[in-house]
């Protein structure tokens, strides 16, 4: 990951911690969607909402498919409005990021008092998933 590609991440948690300020929690999920993509269009990003994520098996589309809340400059973006985030909720995600073969994915959780933030990379190579914290970032940016 490039540190542009860490500043993609940072920014758009910035567009969530915006929309948790207006709006505070307790709202369906689907009002956080809707006020994140205004927030996004306020600031001139172009996105994708409700990405569809298809899935091949041995050079075969599958029907099946999953759909990402949004999709912003690689990063798939992942919107929960819960009590808590729970494992399911993070193995939706992480199982996102490698259907996608996309290395950057946020989960935000805008049910709890506080936003909750949870960014992760997908390492390709090892087929395994890194939760990016603010004491780790830096070993995982190549430039």
């Known amino acids: 990951m490039t540190k542009q590609e860490y500043m993609d991440i940072y920014d758009v948690v910035g567009v969530a911690m915006e929309v948790h300020k207006t709006l505070g929690r307790g709202m369906a999920e689907q009002i ?3 006020a994140f993509a205004i927030e996004m269009r306020l ?3 172009e996105f994708e909402r409700e990405k569809e994520l ?7 589309w599958l029907e099946k498919s999953y759909i990402a809340d949004f999709y ?6 992942e919107f929960k409005a819960v009590d808590e985030i729970c494992a399911e909720h993070r193995a939706q995600l992480l199982n996102y990021l490698r259907i996608a ?7 935000f959780n805008f049910g709890e ?5 949870e ?8 087929d395994d998933f890194a ?11 190549t430039e």
């Open 131 to 141: 939760l990016l914290t603010h004491e780790n970032y830096k070993f995982y940016i």
């Open 119 to 126: 960014r992760y990379l997908y390492l390709h190579d090892e």
């Open 72 to 77: 912003y400059k690689g990063i798939i973006v």
């Open 32 to 34: 956080y969607q809707e």
């Open 101 to 107: 073969q996309k290395e950057r994915g946020i989960l």
């Open 54 to 60: 298809k899935l091949s098996y041995k050079g075969h």
């Open 113 to 117: 008092r506080n936003l909750h933030t």
């Open 43 to 45: 600031r001139g990003w």
